[in-house]
Protein backbone atom coordinates (compact mmCIF):
# COMPACT_ATOMS: atom_id res chain seq x y z
CA UNK A 1 0.00 0.00 0.00
CA UNK A 2 1.71 3.63 -1.03
CA UNK A 3 1.12 6.22 1.51
CA UNK A 4 0.77 9.55 0.47
CA UNK A 5 1.28 13.19 2.42
CA UNK A 6 -1.97 15.99 1.05
CA UNK A 7 -1.89 19.13 1.90
CA UNK A 8 -4.40 22.24 1.36
CA UNK A 9 -4.84 22.76 -1.73
CA UNK A 10 -3.78 19.85 -4.33
CA UNK A 11 -2.64 20.19 -7.63
CA UNK A 12 -4.88 21.11 -10.25
CA UNK A 13 -3.80 17.98 -12.96
CA UNK A 14 -1.20 16.06 -10.67
CA UNK A 15 -4.03 13.25 -10.86
CA UNK A 16 -5.94 13.81 -14.43
CA UNK A 17 -3.57 10.96 -16.04
CA UNK A 18 -3.96 8.22 -13.76
CA UNK A 19 -6.15 5.32 -13.34
CA UNK A 20 -9.62 6.43 -11.64
CA UNK A 21 -10.08 6.02 -7.68
CA UNK A 22 -12.83 5.16 -5.51
CA UNK A 23 -12.25 6.90 -1.95
CA UNK A 24 -13.26 6.34 1.34
CA UNK A 25 -12.67 9.43 3.76
CA UNK A 26 -12.60 9.73 7.29
CA UNK A 27 -10.31 9.66 10.90
CA UNK A 28 -10.55 6.07 11.66
CA UNK A 29 -9.14 5.71 14.30
CA UNK A 30 -9.32 2.32 15.65
CA UNK A 31 -10.31 1.28 12.11
CA UNK A 32 -13.43 -0.90 14.08
CA UNK A 33 -15.94 -2.91 12.20
CA UNK A 34 -17.84 0.71 11.29
CA UNK A 35 -14.92 1.92 9.54
CA UNK A 36 -14.38 -1.84 7.58
CA UNK A 37 -18.19 -1.76 6.55
CA UNK A 38 -16.93 1.81 4.71
CA UNK A 39 -13.90 0.79 3.69
CA UNK A 40 -14.68 -2.48 2.46
CA UNK A 41 -18.00 -1.53 0.56
CA UNK A 42 -14.94 1.27 -1.28
CA UNK A 43 -12.45 -1.34 -2.03
CA UNK A 44 -14.91 -3.71 -3.22
CA UNK A 45 -16.11 -1.12 -5.53
CA UNK A 46 -12.61 -0.35 -6.82
CA UNK A 47 -12.66 -4.04 -8.09
CA UNK A 48 -15.68 -4.09 -10.16
CA UNK A 49 -14.48 -0.97 -11.61
CA UNK A 50 -10.78 -1.67 -11.83
CA UNK A 51 -9.85 1.34 -10.06
CA UNK A 52 -7.62 2.36 -7.34
CA UNK A 53 -8.86 1.79 -3.85
CA UNK A 54 -8.13 5.01 -1.66
CA UNK A 55 -8.47 6.54 1.79
CA UNK A 56 -8.30 9.91 2.86
CA UNK A 57 -7.24 10.17 6.29
CA UNK A 58 -6.54 13.12 8.87
CA UNK A 59 -3.45 13.65 11.03
CA UNK A 60 -3.27 15.51 13.77
CA UNK A 61 -7.00 13.87 15.04
CA UNK A 62 -9.33 16.76 14.05
CA UNK A 63 -10.99 16.73 17.56
CA UNK A 64 -7.45 16.98 18.93
CA UNK A 65 -7.06 20.15 17.15
CA UNK A 66 -10.50 21.66 17.66
CA UNK A 67 -8.98 21.71 21.02
CA UNK A 68 -10.50 18.43 22.68
CA UNK A 69 -7.31 17.06 24.41
CA UNK A 70 -7.95 13.61 25.21
CA UNK A 71 -7.47 12.84 21.56
CA UNK A 72 -4.20 13.40 22.19
CA UNK A 73 -4.27 9.48 23.22
CA UNK A 74 -5.37 7.51 20.02
CA UNK A 75 -6.90 3.84 19.41
CA UNK A 76 -4.41 3.33 16.23
CA UNK A 77 -1.27 5.98 16.14
CA UNK A 78 -0.81 6.35 12.47
CA UNK A 79 1.86 3.63 11.56
CA UNK A 80 -0.92 1.36 12.90
CA UNK A 81 -3.87 2.34 10.97
CA UNK A 82 -1.96 1.99 7.65
CA UNK A 83 -1.00 -1.24 9.11
CA UNK A 84 -4.98 -2.05 9.09
CA UNK A 85 -6.03 -0.42 6.09
CA UNK A 86 -3.36 -2.47 3.91
CA UNK A 87 -4.56 -5.22 5.22
CA UNK A 88 -8.25 -4.31 4.10
CA UNK A 89 -6.86 -4.38 0.92
CA UNK A 90 -6.66 -0.40 0.27
CA UNK A 91 -4.32 0.49 -2.99
CA UNK A 92 -3.60 3.97 -1.61
CA UNK A 93 -3.73 6.28 1.99
CA UNK A 94 -3.88 9.85 1.98
CA UNK A 95 -2.65 11.38 4.73
CA UNK A 96 -3.87 15.21 5.08
CA UNK A 97 -2.17 17.08 7.24
CA UNK A 98 -5.16 18.64 9.72
CA UNK A 99 -3.84 22.32 11.01
CA UNK A 100 -6.16 24.96 11.88
CA UNK A 101 -5.64 26.61 7.82
CA UNK A 102 -7.53 23.46 7.12
CA UNK A 103 -9.91 23.13 9.83
CA UNK A 104 -11.37 26.66 8.61
CA UNK A 105 -12.20 25.52 4.85
CA UNK A 106 -15.75 25.87 3.58
CA UNK A 107 -17.65 22.61 2.42
CA UNK A 108 -17.15 24.00 -1.00
CA UNK A 109 -13.06 24.56 -0.46
CA UNK A 110 -12.76 21.13 0.76
CA UNK A 111 -14.78 19.53 -2.47
CA UNK A 112 -13.22 21.80 -5.01
CA UNK A 113 -9.39 21.58 -4.19
CA UNK A 114 -9.12 17.93 -2.25
CA UNK A 115 -11.68 15.90 -3.71
CA UNK A 116 -11.79 17.09 -7.12
CA UNK A 117 -8.04 16.74 -8.13
CA UNK A 118 -8.15 13.26 -7.30
CA UNK A 119 -9.68 12.19 -10.41
CA UNK A 120 -12.18 10.18 -8.53
CA UNK A 121 -15.00 7.72 -9.42
CA UNK A 122 -17.11 7.31 -6.20
CA UNK A 123 -16.82 8.86 -2.64
CA UNK A 124 -17.82 6.56 0.36
CA UNK A 125 -18.77 8.32 3.90
CA UNK A 126 -20.07 6.95 6.92
CA UNK A 127 -23.49 8.78 7.77
CA UNK A 128 -22.69 11.31 10.48
CA UNK A 129 -19.69 12.25 8.50
CA UNK A 130 -19.23 16.42 8.34
CA UNK A 131 -16.69 18.16 6.50
CA UNK A 132 -15.55 21.88 6.16
CA UNK A 133 -16.16 24.55 8.94
CA UNK A 134 -17.61 23.83 12.00
CA UNK A 135 -18.92 20.52 10.36
CA UNK A 136 -21.33 22.90 8.03
CA UNK A 137 -20.97 20.46 5.26
CA UNK A 138 -22.97 16.83 5.47
CA UNK A 139 -23.29 13.54 3.36
CA UNK A 140 -26.21 15.60 2.03
CA UNK A 141 -23.69 18.54 0.77
CA UNK A 142 -20.96 16.52 -0.58
CA UNK A 143 -23.85 15.44 -3.12
CA UNK A 144 -24.73 18.08 -3.91
CA UNK A 145 -21.80 19.76 -4.18
CA UNK A 146 -20.28 16.54 -6.37
CA UNK A 147 -22.22 18.06 -9.21
CA UNK A 148 -21.98 14.63 -10.93
CA UNK A 149 -18.32 14.63 -11.01
CA UNK A 150 -17.88 11.71 -8.88
CA UNK A 151 -20.92 9.60 -7.36
CA UNK A 152 -21.12 9.63 -3.31
CA UNK A 153 -22.19 6.62 -1.35
CA UNK A 154 -23.66 7.13 2.19
CA UNK A 155 -23.25 4.06 4.72
CA UNK A 156 -25.58 3.49 7.39
CA UNK A 157 -24.45 2.85 10.74
CA UNK A 158 -22.64 -0.41 11.62
CA UNK A 159 -24.51 -2.28 15.14
CA UNK A 160 -23.67 -4.14 17.60
CA UNK A 161 -25.63 -5.27 20.37
CA UNK A 162 -28.43 -2.73 18.84
CA UNK A 163 -25.43 0.13 19.11
CA UNK A 164 -23.41 2.13 16.47
CA UNK A 165 -20.09 0.74 17.01
CA UNK A 166 -18.39 4.40 17.49
CA UNK A 167 -14.55 4.94 18.22
CA UNK A 168 -16.21 6.66 21.43
CA UNK A 169 -17.95 3.63 22.61
CA UNK A 170 -14.58 1.78 22.04
CA UNK A 171 -12.52 4.17 24.09
CA UNK A 172 -15.08 4.08 26.76
CA UNK A 173 -15.27 0.45 26.95
CA UNK A 174 -11.03 0.55 27.53
CA UNK A 175 -11.74 3.11 30.21
CA UNK A 176 -14.10 1.17 32.05
CA UNK A 177 -11.88 -2.07 31.58
CA UNK A 178 -14.12 -3.93 29.28
CA UNK A 179 -10.97 -5.22 27.25
CA UNK A 180 -13.01 -7.95 25.03
CA UNK A 181 -15.71 -5.88 24.90
CA UNK A 182 -13.42 -3.92 22.91
CA UNK A 183 -12.07 -6.20 20.72
CA UNK A 184 -15.50 -7.48 19.58
CA UNK A 185 -16.46 -3.75 18.16
CA UNK A 186 -12.44 -3.64 16.59
CA UNK A 187 -12.78 -6.71 15.23
CA UNK A 188 -9.48 -8.01 16.71
CA UNK A 189 -8.01 -7.74 20.56
CA UNK A 190 -6.75 -3.74 21.37
CA UNK A 191 -3.17 -3.60 20.97
CA UNK A 192 -0.69 -1.38 21.69
CA UNK A 193 3.56 -1.52 20.80
CA UNK A 194 6.00 -0.10 22.94
CA UNK A 195 10.40 -1.28 23.95
CA UNK A 196 10.79 -3.33 26.74
CA UNK A 197 12.61 -1.16 29.68
CA UNK A 198 14.03 -1.58 32.85
CA UNK A 199 12.07 -1.92 36.35
CA UNK A 200 12.73 -2.26 39.07
CA UNK A 201 13.12 -6.02 38.94
CA UNK A 202 10.93 -6.96 41.60
CA UNK A 203 8.72 -9.58 39.69
CA UNK A 204 11.38 -11.61 39.26
CA UNK A 205 12.38 -11.83 42.80
CA UNK A 206 8.91 -12.82 43.76
CA UNK A 207 8.87 -15.87 41.30
CA UNK A 208 6.75 -13.50 38.21
CA UNK A 209 9.84 -11.91 36.30
CA UNK A 210 7.87 -9.24 34.22
CA UNK A 211 8.70 -7.36 30.90
CA UNK A 212 7.95 -3.57 31.71
CA UNK A 213 6.75 -1.99 28.33
CA UNK A 214 7.47 1.82 27.41
CA UNK A 215 4.74 2.73 24.75
CA UNK A 216 5.62 3.95 21.72
CA UNK A 217 2.67 6.26 20.93
CA UNK A 218 -0.01 7.94 23.23
CA UNK A 219 -2.43 5.24 23.11
CA UNK A 220 -5.64 5.14 25.28
CA UNK A 221 -4.60 3.40 27.98
CA UNK A 222 -7.31 0.94 29.36
CA UNK A 223 -8.64 1.16 33.11
CA UNK A 224 -6.22 0.24 35.60
CA UNK A 225 -6.10 -3.54 36.55
CA UNK A 226 -4.82 -6.72 35.54
CA UNK A 227 -5.97 -8.46 31.74
CA UNK A 228 -4.79 -11.61 29.82
CA UNK A 229 -2.83 -10.83 26.82
CA UNK A 230 -0.79 -12.24 23.88
CA UNK A 231 2.61 -10.45 23.11
CA UNK A 232 4.32 -10.79 19.71
CA UNK A 233 8.38 -10.72 20.76
CA UNK A 234 10.08 -11.07 17.14
CA UNK A 235 7.93 -13.46 15.24
CA UNK A 236 6.07 -15.31 18.01
CA UNK A 237 3.24 -14.70 19.96
CA UNK A 238 3.22 -15.37 23.72
CA UNK A 239 0.39 -15.58 25.97
CA UNK A 240 0.80 -13.88 29.74
CA UNK A 241 -0.93 -11.78 32.53
CA UNK A 242 -0.20 -8.02 32.48
CA UNK A 243 -0.55 -5.28 35.23
CA UNK A 244 -1.69 -2.02 34.40
CA UNK A 245 -1.51 0.21 37.29
CA UNK A 246 0.89 2.28 39.87
CA UNK A 247 1.75 -1.20 41.90
CA UNK A 248 -0.16 -0.05 45.17
CA UNK A 249 1.38 -2.93 47.80
CA UNK A 250 4.42 -1.38 47.33
CA UNK A 251 5.97 1.69 48.83
CA UNK A 252 6.66 4.37 46.81
CA UNK A 253 3.43 3.64 44.63
CA UNK A 254 4.00 5.26 41.17
CA UNK A 255 1.51 8.14 39.84
CA UNK A 256 1.30 7.11 36.35
CA UNK A 257 0.29 3.70 35.06
CA UNK A 258 2.65 1.09 33.44
CA UNK A 259 2.90 -1.87 31.49
CA UNK A 260 4.23 -5.23 33.00
CA UNK A 261 3.50 -8.51 31.54
CA UNK A 262 4.42 -11.86 32.71
CA UNK A 263 5.09 -14.12 29.64
CA UNK A 264 3.98 -17.51 29.49
CA UNK A 265 7.20 -20.37 29.11
CA UNK A 266 9.49 -17.49 28.46
CA UNK A 267 12.99 -16.99 29.35
CA UNK A 268 14.51 -14.91 27.34
CA UNK A 269 16.30 -11.31 27.83
CA UNK A 270 14.11 -9.12 25.39
CA UNK A 271 15.36 -5.38 26.88
CA UNK A 272 15.53 -2.92 24.64
CA UNK A 273 13.35 -4.88 22.09
CA UNK A 274 9.71 -3.40 20.94
CA UNK A 275 6.90 -5.59 21.38
CA UNK A 276 3.44 -5.51 20.37
CA UNK A 277 0.34 -6.33 23.48
CA UNK A 278 -3.15 -7.83 22.36
CA UNK A 279 -5.46 -7.23 25.17
CA UNK A 280 -7.70 -10.15 25.36
CA UNK A 281 -9.21 -10.02 28.40
CA UNK A 282 -9.95 -8.46 31.80
CA UNK A 283 -9.38 -10.73 34.66
CA UNK A 284 -9.82 -7.95 37.79
CA UNK A 285 -9.60 -4.10 38.95
CA UNK A 286 -5.61 -3.39 40.36
CA UNK A 287 -5.81 -3.15 44.19
CA UNK A 288 -3.53 -3.04 47.38
CA UNK A 289 -2.46 -6.57 48.96
CA UNK A 290 -1.73 -6.61 52.81
CA UNK A 291 1.40 -8.42 51.86
CA UNK A 292 3.98 -9.44 49.44
CA UNK A 293 2.59 -13.12 50.03
CA UNK A 294 -0.88 -12.31 49.15
CA UNK A 295 0.15 -10.30 45.97
CA UNK A 296 2.46 -13.97 44.52
CA UNK A 297 -0.90 -15.74 45.94
CA UNK A 298 -3.14 -13.54 44.02
CA UNK A 299 -0.52 -13.07 40.75
CA UNK A 300 -1.09 -17.00 40.46
CA UNK A 301 -4.37 -17.25 40.59
CA UNK A 302 -4.62 -14.53 37.68
CA UNK A 303 -1.84 -16.74 35.66
CA UNK A 304 -4.14 -19.48 36.02
CA UNK A 305 -7.43 -17.26 34.66
CA UNK A 306 -5.46 -16.16 31.58
CA UNK A 307 -4.24 -19.36 30.70
CA UNK A 308 -7.69 -20.27 30.54
CA UNK A 309 -8.77 -17.22 28.75
CA UNK A 310 -6.53 -17.35 26.36
CA UNK A 311 -7.35 -21.15 25.65
CA UNK A 312 -10.64 -20.09 25.17
CA UNK A 313 -9.67 -17.05 22.47
CA UNK A 314 -7.77 -18.76 19.91
Not at 22 to 28: E, Q, T
Not at 203 to 219: C, E, Q
Request: glycine share 10%; with cysteine; charged share 25%.
Amino acid sequence: MQTVSLSFPLEAGRWADQPPQVLAIGDFDGVHLGHQEVIGRAVSRSRELGAVSAIMTFHPHPRQVLGQDHYIRLLTPRWTKREFLSELGVDVTYMVDFNESFMRLSPEEFVEHMLVPLNLDTVYVGFDFRFGHRGAGTPDTLCELAKGRFAVEIVRPYERGGEKVSSTRIRQCLQDGQAREAGELLGRSYQMEGEVVHGDARGRTIGFPTANILLKDPYVLPANGVYAVRVLVGALWYGGVMNIGVKPTFEGALIHPTLEAHLFDFESDIYGENVQVRLVDFIRPERKFGSVGELVDQIRHDADQARQMLSENN
